[in-house]
């Protein structure tokens, strides 16, 4: 059973890159050595965002 309650308005979804480019602490990220983190962040973000589409079935 869920007990929860859903709010997602978000039709497109921002890469998280782009949401971290304006935020001057994230930019170490930028470097070309840290390309991988970034993806792995995205991807890590990506997977959350599919587990909340699924919660939000549920209701």
Known sequence: ???RNF???AEKKT????WMKKQG???HLFKPD???VLVEIQEYIDRKWEELLRKEECL
């Not at 890469?15 to 782009?18: G, K, L, Q, S």
Request: glycine residues 0%; contains cysteine; charged residues 30%.
């Open 1 to 3: 059973m869920c007990e």
């Open 7 to 9: 709010t997602l308005s």
């Open 15 to 18: 890469p998280v890159a782009d």
């Open 25 to 27: 602490r994230f930019a």
């Open 34 to 36: 840290n390309e991988k």
